[in-house]
């Protein structure tokens, strides 16, 4: 009994920071069709961000959000510049955000240098709750991710300004004659899904060491995440996608080590998208 | 009459005609250092064209031409650390080539057959790189894990009595331009003819090809396994020109650094490919060595813009220039 | 006069919604055949069905006498059928002489008979002088003709042409109805064409197979269906089936 319970939390756990990580490729990917392959960079961005605001005494919390924001003011200024000229053309905005991950890291390895930096976890310890010790901040973290979620999914289906980004998913002609700005909605979904992004860099940083290459790994599972969870299904396919990559890779990681789970997770995932290419939760 | 030969030569070839004319010659007045290191480069190159049968004339954007480089330099590794008594030069560069060949044919296979969204097939060759890399780290007994495998200079054996030993510089200089010069000329048949002209139609409208009775996914998959091919026959003779395999071969940054060499050299131009490979990697070392903190950010700047502006890279420039002047 | 096309009970629903209901038709070698009917009535739905775009619900599909349902898109394409999309789908940034090389070399010519067949085909769609545009400089117009060439490059014994004149001048419609029926008496070719224009549906002088809500509502020549009015009354939403 205690062992499933135990496994169950994990899986919550990991279910959910991966979800966290995931989610604003989900989004941009979802809303507007855009690979950002710089989801990673933005990552480390806002982990660096956190790391950099706390080296000058701003708390935590405000130094995640205030990179966050950095980040998601530096993707709406991509989109702006870049991305917006390039909407009809997938490969071209892929290797277009690619670009910006090179770039990206090499200037973060000059800003900062590529040397490891660490972010103190700002809740350490454990909840002990007699068989389990379960990490507390891990546990913070998810939380504040399942709040984010239901949150997101009220604004995006009980607010208006859901409902105008939705009716411009399925219909742009439409959704402009309904006096909707197409160009605005777009930049504010990009800049969203970046915010989110960096946001979450800031989160896992106390759990992992902040360096230049460290959002890679999170680029390509947070692509797997939502491939297998639903390209469209923002809220359901995040988490299903998370929990069937993360739950895969903790069973796998038991009889073997953490790097040929993720390889393993990888090959099974891509077989699975074989036989179902529209992933868990099927498009709109 | 040679003046109308080569007026009826496309420019593209006769670019090409150039710089083959040029790399073979070079050694008679250039010695050291960059005939040491040229052959490497021309490996690059080749490898660079494995990408471009792919994505500039297939429309296939591929994120994983490492793996493929990878799995050709390590069966020459391997082969030669099997020792005994088989001259490890022609088995393992036949065995190179291949089974990246095969692994490519497999996996395009699998891929192609099915109609996946191109998101799919990026995110499955981006995979494709992280596999390989990881078991090369992680298979310590057959590929010597984090730490890699030796390899020396191979000997050729040509008929039972003539040895053509690669280890000095200009043997394997000529060796490997040889090889280059072969390959590349399959390569542009290949693309001339029939088959290569259906790729493109598969690149510019997909639907419309399959709609005239092309079966696209056997298009695809094939030019796949000749890309892999390719690929891995680069890899396995350069694992004997660097004398070194390491997992680093594999990696998705080496896998990237392929599409920034095609993109700047012209992703719809074998030569431009080609030279793409051998001048953006020379550049990237030189780079590397004059400014090791921003040779990478310089070049992912040339990227971008080659993205943006220079969509037809170097080869698109050239041509440009070379119609405005004559 | 052998039988090409035999349509029997052939009907598509989409989750519930029944787009073609219980169609039967038969085409012969050489006929051409002008299906009309209101926005919604399944037209294109059936086209897809014939080119293997779509899986019927029910029915069976007979082209030259053998069953043809499990055959795929491209295997359709390879005995005969050829589509022209609504929308014109060409290789935009080829030239026309490319584009039609694209649909000949599926069959093992010379070299030397690649470039006759390319000569020949530009001859009977009117475009041998623009063969070296590129097909997204074309009007619209000969973009649909560059389309109806690919069809004929590729073989096709079977010509769905979905809305060929859209975008066509009058001169260009009348052209149009020309060449379709220069291909029926000449080459003995097959189409099946879906258009709203009545003139072009009158110059074609063609059987007419009205259909709606689904239905093959009634057939006819022009003039039959012209003095027909329960089909005014279809198109102006008076009728039922």
Redesign the interface.
């Known amino acids: 009994m205690e062992i499933v319970v135990s496994v169950l939390i994990d899986t919550a756990l990991i279910t959910l920071t991966l979800a966290l990580a995931a989610f604003g490729l989900a989004i941009i ?1 979802g809303l507007i069709g855009v ?1 950002n392959m710089g989801h990673g960079a933005m990552l480390t961005l806002g982990a660096y961000f956190t790391w950099a605001g706390m080296g000058i005494g701003i708390p935590f919390v405000f130094s995640v959000i205030l990179g966050g924001l950095i980040v998601g003011f530096i993707g709406i200024i991509l989109e702006h510049l ?1 991305i917006r000229h390039y909407y009809d053309n ?3 905005t ?3 955000t ?3 991950f ?2 990206t ?3 973060i ?2 800003f900062f240098g590529p040397d490891f930096r660490t972010v103190t976890n700002p809740f350490p310890g454990f909840i002990d709750i007699g068989f389990y010790k379960i990490p507390t901040y891990r546990t913070a973290i998810s939380i504040l991710t399942a709040i984010f979620i239901i949150f997101t999914g009220f604004v995006f289906f009980k607010t208006t300004t859901g409902i105008k980004i939705r009716a411009m998913i399925q219909n742009q002609e439409v959704a402009s004659l309904l006096g909707l700005n197409i160009s605005l909605t777009y930049k504010m979904v990009f800049g969203f899904g970046c915010f989110m992004a960096g946001v979450a860099g800031g989160l896992v940083a106390p759990m992992v060491s902040v360096s230049p290459y460290m959002g ?1 790994m999170y680029l ?1 599972r947070s ?2 995440v939502v ?1 297998v969870g639903g ?1 469209g299904q923002i809220l359901s396919g995040t988490l299903a996608g998370s929990f069937v990559i993360g739950g895969l890779e903790t069973i796998v990681a038991l009889f073997s ?1 953490q ?2 789970a ?2 393993a997770v ?2 099974f995932a ?1 077989i699975i ?2 036989l179902r ?1 529209q992933g868990i939760f099927s498009e709109k | 009459m040679a003046i109308k030969i080569l007026k009826n030569i496309s420019g593209e070839n006769k670019a090409a005609l150039i710089i083959f004319i040029l790399m073979g010659l070079l050694p008679i007045f250039i010695s050291g250092y960059i005939i040491f290191i040229l052959p490497q480069y021309m490996l690059f190159g080749l490898l660079a064209v494995s990408l471009c049968i792919l994505w500039g004339y297939s429309g296939i954007i591929s994120f994983g031409q490492a793996a493929f480089f990878a799995i050709g330099a390590y069966t020459m590794g391997i082969v030669f650390k099997g020792g005994g008594e088989i001259n490890p030069a022609y088995v393992g560069i036949v065995c190179g080539a291949l089974l990246s060949g095969i692994v490519a044919l497999i996996v395009g296979y699998f891929l192609f057959s099915v109609k996946v969204r191109s998101s799919y097939f990026v995110l499955a060759t981006l995979a494709l790189s992280i596999v390989v890399e990881q078991l090369a780290k992680s298979q310590k007994d057959i590929t010597g894990g984090w730490n890699g495998l030796f390899v020396d200079r191979i000997t050729l054996t040509i008929g039972p009595f003539i040895e053509y030993s690669l280890f000095d510089d200009i043997p394997m200089y000529y060796f490997v331009f040889f090889i280059t010069l072969l390959s590349f000329i399959s390569i542009k048949w290949l693309m001339a003819s029939k088959f290569g002209k259906i790729l493109i139609g598969i690149r510019e409208n997909e639907d419309r090809i399959s709609a005239l009775g092309y079966n696209t996914s056997f298009y695809k998959t094939i030019i796949f396994a000749v890309s892999g091919l390719l690929a891995g026959l680069a890899g396995a003779i350069y694992g004997s020109h660097a004398g070194f395999v390491d997992p680093s071969l594999a990696r998705v940054l080496f896998s990237t650094e392929v599409i920034v060499w095609v993109a700047i050299g012209g992703r719809n131009s074998l030569i431009g490919s080609l030279a793409g490979g051998i001048l953006v990697a020379s550049l990237s070392n030189y780079l590397n060595s004059v400014t090791p903190e921003y040779w990478q950010l310089i070049i992912g700047m040339i990227f971008f813009i080659v993205i943006i502006i220079f969509r037809d890279g170097l080869a698109g420039g050239v041509e440009k220039t070379y119609n405005k002047f004559f | 006069m052998s039988s090409l096309l035999r349509i029997e009970n052939l009907s598509k629903s989409f989750k519930g919604l029944l787009a073609n209901d219980d169609i039967n038709m038969e085409i012969f070698d050489g006929d051409v055949r002008c299906i009309i009917g209101p926005n919604g009535a399944g037209k294109t739905t059936l086209i897809s069905m014939i080119s293997g775009h779509l899986k019927p619900t029910l029915g069976k599909l007979y082209f030259q006498n053998k069953l043809i349902n499990k055959l795929s898109l491209v295997n359709r394409s390879c005995i005969g059928i050829g589509r022209k999309f609504q929308t014109p789908t060409l290789f935009d940034n080829l030239n026309v002489a490319q584009n039609v090389e694209l649909s000949i070399l599926r069959h093992n010519l010379s070299k030397k008979d690649i470039l006759k067949k390319i000569d020949e085909t530009l001859e009977i769609v009117r475009l041998i002088d623009k063969r070296d545009i590129l097909a997204n400089e074309l009007s619209h117009g000969q973009r649909q003709w560059l389309e109806i060439g690919l069809l004929i490059g590729n073989n096709a014994k079977l010509l769905l042409l979905d809305e060929p004149t859209a975008g066509m001048t009058s001169e260009e419609t009348y052209a149009t109805t020309k060449l379709i029926n220069q291909l029926s008496t000449e080459k003995n070719l097959s189409a099946i064409v879906i258009e709203h224009d009545i003139n072009f549906v009158r110059e074609l002088g063609a059987k007419i197979t009205v259909l709606h809500l689904g239905k093959v509502f009634t057939e006819g020549t022009y003039n039959q269906i012209e003095k027909n009015k329960k089909v005014r009354e279809i198109y102006l939403g008076k009728a039922d089936a």
């Open positions: 990917y690979i870049i997938p490969f071209d892929l290797l277009l690619w670009a910006f090179l770039v890291t090499e200037l390895k000059i890679d390509v692509f797997f491939i390209i080590d790097v040929i993720q390889v990888f090959l891509i998208l074989r290419p």
